[in-house]
């Protein structure tokens, strides 16, 4: 039962930063930025 809740809330919380945009540049470890 713990573990059912516990996966629940990893759930919840996922769909939570999926709902918010994200924006920026992904850069690799030169400073150069990614295509994608």
Same mark, same amino acid.
């Given at each position: 039962?713990?573990?059912?809740?516990n996966v629940l809330i990893v759930l919840? +919380? +996922? =769909?939570?930063? =999926?709902?918010? +945009? %994200?924006?920026?540049? %992904?850069?690799?470890?030169?400073?150069?930025?990614?295509?994608?």
């Open positions: 039962m713990k573990n059912l809740l919840l +919380s +996922s =769909f939570s930063l =999926f709902a918010q +945009s %994200v924006a920026g540049t %992904v850069t690799d470890a030169d400073g150069n930025p990614l295509a994608g």
